[in-house]
Nanobody, 122 residues
Framework: VQLQASGGGLVQAGGSLRLTCAAS????????VGWFRQASGKEREFVAG????????YYANSAGGRFTISRDNAKNTVYLQMNTLKPEDTAVYYC????????????????WGQGTLVTVSS
């Protein structure tokens, strides 16, 4: 399974971005997917996750109702819609996938994308 994250960029505080995680590989649509982020000098942290069916989603407190994760299995794609962005959301965002759902720790994920940089200016 290969993952490709995209959609990052520079946005002003209060703005929105939609990140995309495109998956390839035979089993891609049957995996749970998580979004993580890593700010400069900080550890990688969980942001949001979704089950392989899309029927279950879960979020870190930091997502605070501002982020929404969704998936389109016909396109092997997972999205992270981020609204009301704050400067503290600035980080490299990664998507990850694993057969086990509801994993919150990075080491639990078997597959990783390369990351996309989100910069929120104040």
């Amino acid at each position: 399974v290969q993952l490709q994250a995209s959609g990052g960029g520079l946005v002003q505080a209060g703005g929105s971005l939609r990140l995309t995680c495109a998956a390839s590989g035979r089993a891609a649509s049957s995996l749970a997917v998580g979004w993580f982020r890593q700010a400069s000098g900080k550890e990688r942290e969980f942001v949001a996750g979704i089950s392989w069916t899309g029927g279950s989603s879960y979020y870190a407190n930091s997502a605070g109702g501002r982020f929404t994760i969704s998936r389109d299995n016909a396109k092997n794609t997972v999205y992270l819609q981020m609204n009301t962005l704050k400067p503290e959301d600035t980080a490299v965002y990664y998507c990850a996938a694993d057969q086990n759902p509801r994993q919150l720790l990075p080491w639990a994920y078997a597959y990783w994308g390369q990351g996309t940089l989100v910069t929120v200016s104040s």
